[in-house]
């Protein structure tokens, strides 16, 4: 009974100040249009991309090398690059100065604070957001809706050439590591040539394989010559009426042979094509030989690895997958005008009831002896 009294005296009090209270309300309605209608425009271009893996940038990837399939969308970590690309201050830098946002935004360059201010008002406008499928959305507001879409495909190039560059970079620094590399290694063959060029001039040595058999071959047949031309020269010399000139014959024969075999296997011997010399530098020759092989297996790699990357770092390489991009737009983002409007009648509504009930109930209280005990 006293719930249903008390409700009708609340409906009763209103109904006392229905007047007042419809006036607040209507002049209410009447500021909230008219300071609505005065906020200006904003129009919103959103573009939409992927990630795209670092393996498009892979020289072994490129070229089929690595024994897997290549990953056309980025992971976690590409997607987290491009984000910090896309909220980094060097990317903000780059707009303001491109479209020229302090005019733009009405801001005085000579304020020190200017700086400060048109990052604050960008801040507001500029958005990025991952969405749940993991694809990046960039949106930007403005009352100017085709600066608006432009500003917005242009922040997705920038980042694009931004992450695009520091893959770059990688490269061209790994290109200068091979170079370096490939430098001390043509030092260490031209090195290599020029002890082995000295050593072949010393021991006598160009070919081991067709050399070794040669030697082998000439000692044998200077040999069995020198066996025959003595046995030959034992056989006259016992026959008592030989030829004296066959007998001086087979005697030089044999001078020269044993000469020719003393310069072939003498190690005093002045002859490049000798034995001793040929046993010397052997070793060495054949260990300056692998040396050199093994110096241009390195660089023939080095080079190999080195015209892979140069020509990765030469391609064009994407670091997103465009799915969307910015269109100009049609429709306003903002102000909601008849949310403003019917929130501000709402909220005066209920501050008036409130207002009244408070009035009518403490109408009868003395303020002064409350506050201030008189």
Same mark, same amino acid.
């Given at each position: ?213 040669? %030697?082998? &071959? *000439?000692? /044998?047949?200077?040999?069995?010559? $020198? +066996?025959?031309?003595? #046995?030959? !020269?034992? @056989? ?102 008849? %949310?403003? &409007? *019917?929130? /501000?009648?709402?909220?005066?509504? $209920? +501050?008036?009831?409130? #207002?009244? !009930?408070? @009035? ?15």
């Amino acid at each position: 009974m006293n719930n249903n009294d008390n409700l009708i005296g609340i409906v009763a009090t209103l109904f006392k100040w229905r007047k007042p209270i419809i006036y607040l309300v209507i002049s209410a309605t009447v500021i909230s249009i008219g300071a609505s209608l005065l906020l200006p425009n904003y129009y919103s271009s959103t573009t939409t991309f992927y990630a795209a893996s670092t393996d498009l940038a892979k020289p072994e990837m490129i070229f089929g090398l690595a024994g897997k399939a290549m990953e056309y969308y980025g992971s976690t970590d590409d997607i987290d690059r491009l984000l910090t690309i896309a909220e980094s201050n060097e990317l903000k830098d780059f707009l303001v100065d491109s479209f020229r946002l302090m005019e733009h935004y009405d801001i005085d360059s000579n304020d020190i604070k200017s700086r400060y201010k048109v990052m604050e008002a960008l801040n507001e406008l500029y958005s990025v957001q991952k969405t749940k499928y993991d694809a990046i959305e960039i949106t930007v507001e403005d009352k100017d809706r085709i600066l608006a879409a432009q500003m917005v495909n242009t922040a997705r190039d920038k980042i694009n050439e931004f992450a695009t560059s520091l893959i770059k970079e990688s490269q061209k620094r790994l290109m200068s590591t091979f170079e370096k590399s490939m430098d001390e290694k043509q030092k260490e063959i031209v090195g290599l040539d020029n002890n082995l060029i000295d050593s072949r001039k010393k021991y006598g040595i160009l070919n081991i394989e067709s050399q070794s058999g040669m %030697l082998g &071959v *000439l000692i /044998s047949r200077k040999e069995s010559a $020198l +066996v025959g031309s003595k #046995g030959k !020269l034992q @056989i006259y010399q016992q026959m008592p009426n030989a030829n004296k000139d066959t007998i001086m014959n087979l005697k030089a024969n044999i001078k020269g042979l044993e000469d020719e075999l003393r310069e072939l296997t003498s190690p005093t011997s002045t002859t490049s094509l000798n034995l001793s010399k040929f046993n010397d530098g052997l070793s060495k020759i054949e260990m300056l030989q692998q040396l050199h092989l093994q110096s241009r297996n390195r660089l023939s790699y080095d080079l190999d690895r080195y015209n892979m990357i140069k020509n990765a770092y030469e391609s064009v390489t994407p670091s997103l997958i465009l799915i969307e991009k910015g269109q100009v737009p049609i429709v306003k983002s903002r102000p909601k005008r008849a %949310l403003i &409007v *019917l929130a /501000s009648v709402l909220a005066t509504l $209920l +501050v008036s009831v409130i #207002g009244v !009930l408070l @009035i009518n109930n403490y109408s009868d209280v003395d303020w002064n002896r409350e506050l201030y005990g008189k």
